[in-house]
């Protein structure tokens, strides 16, 4: 099931790239009317939500700054200034961040989980809950994109 999940995975990531490819900077930024975030806010979303739900919970070190964590956690709102290196950087992670979770997987890192509840209602109780409730976090963030999209 974890080939499945980073196929998944690896699969949404080479779709939200070709958003940061295919969307000037000032895009990526702008928030459209109705909207309480943009492109790019999205993106950087996933890979930190990734992080927190996979390492972090897992007491491992995430690979990610403090600075992006601070800027894409959840609640946190984007100020439409995301600097072309700072996208760059975010394209980088996404692939790096999958390389790394694909890795340490093989190499059975993960020794412990703490039970988490989502600001959905899911209860992520542990490893394999967090890897299957990553793709489902992605996929609705993929969809506020698409939304966004139409409004660029």
């Known amino acids: 099931m974890e080939q499945a999940i980073l196929k998944n995975l690896r699969t949404n990531h080479h779709i939200l790239a070709k958003f940061i490819d295919g969307y000037s900077l000032e895009q990526l930024n702008r928030i459209p009317d109705g909207f309480r975030n943009n492109l790019i806010w999205n993106i950087g979303h996933v890979i930190v939500a990734q992080e927190g739900l996979i390492y972090k919970s897992s007491d491992l070190p995430v690979h990610v700054s403090k600075e992006l964590i601070d ?10 200034k995301a600097t072309q290196e700072e996208v760059e950087e975010i394209k980088k992670l996404l692939f790096s961040t999958l390389d790394q979770l694909e ?5 059975g890192i993960f020794k412990e989980y ?11 109780s542990n490893l394999n809950d967090a890897l299957v409730f990553t793709t ?16 660029l």
């Open 71 to 80: 800027k894409y956690t959840v609640g946190s709102v984007p100020d439409g």
């Open 103 to 107: 890795k340490d997987l093989k190499d």
């Open 114 to 124: 703490h039970e988490r509840q989502t600001k959905t209602g899911f209860t992520i």
């Open 136 to 151: 489902f976090h992605e996929g609705i963030h993929l969809g506020v994109m698409l939304s966004i999209k139409k409004f």
